[in-house]
């Protein structure tokens, strides 16, 4: 992998079932030994072989077997099977997962479909997220479900933690903001560090010694502060908000210098607007849209950042390591530094930007009759909001060239939600919130991302450029990552089928034969407060989609082919599109600079990492707006059932919290072991009752039951 700032911890994630081995493996020995090791089990699977029977299989061809079987049973691709022998992991019930820790210590590893419940005593040292080797001990009531060890830790996740600093006996310890790390962890300072008990510090993690200690780095202030709160997440998984000074400069460089008209499509005469939220600062897409003889022609500009970013370049190095965007309450940790990213990559209006557009023409119906993609330059007309957007789709809009332009627009993306819903894709609507702050910077509410017709419109025709470029992807065998979406799994259809039970639904025949069958469910629901419980167990049910080099459909879009293509500045499988595209473009041949398994692998854990932050973010805004409104009253619904009390989800706050046996029995309402009369989709009024932002803890008060 290439060398960077960031994120820093998971840096050599490997795809550990892939038996390809890459340079990085070898770790300066034989590359070829490590291939051939591997490659003789994948020809004898079930074998069990000494080192001597390894080296005469292989007729000692390779004089660096012994490294490269040792790299190779560190990296988990081959594993002890008893008296001097090694086989392959699956082999002997091993695999390799992450692990999703408790805050009691235990959890579980997700490996191929199947869960491996690990108790707190077989977690063997292991962290939150760490990637880990696990061993099946013994089946569990339920298909695929099992009880497991973790044999060893192949790649820590986390280099530090943030937490309170707390004095313990003479010593200090660091108890961890995120609540499924081990408390009282020991605290070491340099003897001239003055610090305070309660503040919220950030510290390195040192796994060295036979227990896990930390050391101080940096305070980061109070923790009852929205944005040193923000600051620990943002040191916890491992992001950095700057950039290199040698990186800024050559990025300054880049974009003061001009670029060539010659061999782009001009489409500055195109009627043009970018639609972004409110506070969007980097405009990577814009559309146009041309009506002649019934022929729709809808233009998809996106900015040319292959332009700037080239293959191998310092910049591409950057924004590999980095993946993505990170989107959080109040900031943007950006992929690419923002002289480029809000400056020369910007689709900003009245100014001439280099672009890449996908053209289609779309008949009557909505069908797509061709398309091609061609680099341009462009100049957007209008930078609109998806508040003004709206205003003219419902034809309420100030200026008649915009009127007409919006008009057309929205009969096109009306034709193709028919024609996506004729396929059976499947549409989740939002569940994704925005944090209002006050004017101390404290959140003071939360706003719902609307699916109106003006987001609907940009994700139609976004999904349109995406799928034309995968299309000419797959037929020019480009090397690019697809977006892949499988269909979900039999154990995962079947505990959808119970879980839409509860909430008196029927899933036909228990299976989802395709994903219409569940948009009717979720159009059932509009409106209800069990739409977003809904969508969580379909979420729950479905496979990821995932970034792969090879295609194999996307399920939920109902696509035979799909990738990302519309957002260079802030994704790196867009960019690596663009690149391809543009090296085609000059005659060369597009090569990847690393394998595309890694780089695929880096994109997913740069995704499933920003993702995770995002929504501690939010989790911990949810929680201090809830602390200045200890006694108010919220709708909720329930979401899980334990014999201590009901979890419930609030209406309007992204978050859950617990409503206890006792306090539900104090509230008048009778409560069994099973949980009677609440169920999963329970709807009822609670109170706060008490929250604790560090523990992630939200204590809720039954006022009374709405509907059983």
Not at 60 to 80: F, K, M, Q, T, Y
Not at 288 to 306: K, M, P
Not at 395 to 424: H, I, P, V
Not at 608 to 636: H, T, V
Request: aromatic share 6%; net charge negative; with cysteine.
């Amino acid at each position: 992998m290439k060398a960077g700032l960031f994120p820093f911890w998971f840096l050599s994630v490997k795809r550990y079932t892939d038996m390809s081995v890459s340079r990085s493996d070898a770790s300066g020995s034989n590359t070829e030994a490590l291939d051939a090791v591997l490659e003789l089990f994948q020809r004898e699977p079930s074998s069990r072989l000494t080192f001597r029977q390894i080296a005469t299989r292989l007729e000692g061809s390779h004089p660096d077997l012994s490294g490269a079987v040792e790299i190779l049973v560190e990296n988990g691709r081959l594993w002890p099977a008893g008296g001097g022998r090694y086989a392959l992991p699956s082999e002997l019930g091993i695999s390799s997962g992450t692990i999703i820790k408790r805050s009691d210590g235990s959890g579980f590893v997700r490996t191929d479909g199947e869960r491996i419940e690990i108790d707190a005593r077989n977690a063997s040292g292991s962290l939150d997220r760490d990637l880990v080797m696990v061993r099946k001990l013994e089946p569990l009531p339920g298909e695929g479900r099992y009880r497991g060890k973790v044999e060893t830790v192949l790649k820590r996740r986390r280099q530090g933690v943030s937490g309170i600093a707390r004095k313990k006996g003479r010593k200090w310890v660091i108890d961890p903001v995120n609540p499924v790390l081990p408390r009282e962890i020991p605290l070491r300072t340099v003897s001239d560090t003055v610090i305070a008990q309660g503040r919220l510090i950030f510290a390195s993690l040192d796994y060295s010694g036979r227990k896990l200690a930390a050391d101080l780095k940096k305070d980061l202030g109070s923790p009852a502060s929205p944005g040193a709160l923000i600051d620990s997440v943002v040191l916890d998984h491992g992001f950095h908000d700057e950039f290199s000074q040698s990186l800024l400069k050559k990025a300054e460089e880049l974009a003061s210098e001009p670029w060539p008209l010659e061999g782009r499509e001009d489409f500055r005469d195109l009627l043009t607007v970018t639609i972004d939220p409110v506070d969007a600062r980097d405009f990577d897409d814009a559309v146009s849209l041309v009506i002649e003889d019934g022929i729709r022609t809808l233009y998809v500009h996106i900015a040319d950042v292959a332009h700037y970013v080239a293959p191998g370049s310092q910049l591409d190095d950057e924004a590999e390591l980095r993946g993505t965007s990170v989107y959080l309450p109040d900031r943007v940790l950006p992929m690419l530094p923002q002289v480029l990213s809000n400056g020369a990559c910007s689709l900003k209006p009245d100014e001439e930007r280099p672009a890449r557009t996908v053209v289609m023409k779309f008949d009557r119906s909505g069908e797509r009759l061709e398309f091609t993609i061609v680099p341009s330059v462009i100049r957007s007309d209008r930078r609109m909001t998806y508040e003004e957007a709206l205003e003219y789709l419902e034809d309420n809009g100030a200026e008649d060239k915009f009127r007409q332009l919006f008009e057309s627009m929205g009969t096109l993306s009306a034709d193709l939600d028919s024609l996506r819903e004729s396929r059976g894709a499947l549409d989740l609507g939002s569940s994704e919130y925005r944090v209002v702050f006050g004017e101390d910077g404290w959140p003071e509410g939360f706003r719902l991302v609307p699916a109106d017709r003006a987001h609907r419109l940009i994700e139609n025709f976004m999904v349109e450029a995406n799928r034309a470029v995968a299309d000419y992807c797959m037929w020019s065998d480009l090397p690019v990552l697809f977006r892949v979406h499988d269909e979900p799994a039999k154990i995962s259809e079947e505990r959808l089928a119970r879980q839409l039970e509860l909430l008196d639904i029927t899933l036909p025949g228990g299976k989802i034969h395709d994903p219409s069958v569940l948009k009717k469910i979720l159009d059932s629901l509009r409106g209800s407060p069990l739409h977003d419980l809904a969508v969580e167990y379909i979420l729950r049910s479905m496979r990821k989609a995932v970034y792969l080099p090879s295609n194999t459909g996307h399920f939920g879009l109902a696509l035979r082919s799909y990738l990302h293509f519309t957002s260079p500045i802030r994704r790196y499988p867009d960019l690596l599109v663009h690149q391809a595209l543009a090296m085609q473009e000059k005659g060369d041949i597009p090569l990847l600079d690393s394998s595309p398994a890694e780089i695929a692998e880096s994109s997913n854990a740069s995704e499933d990492n920003a993702e995770s932050a995002e929504k501690e973010a939010d989790e911990l805004m949810a929680m201090l707006f809830l602390s200045r409104n200890i006694g108010k009253a919220f709708n909720g619904v329930v979401t899980g059932i334990k014999n201590f009390g009901v979890f419930v989800r609030l209406e309007g706050v992204p978050v859950e919290g617990l409503a206890h046996r006792s306090d539900i029995l104090r509230a008048g309402i009778p409560f069994t072991e099973f949980g009677g009369p609440y169920h999963e989709g329970s709807l009822l009024r609670v109170e706060v009752l008490a929250v604790n932002p560090m523990e992630r803890k939200l204590s809720l008060k039954p006022v009374r039951l709405l509907r059983e």
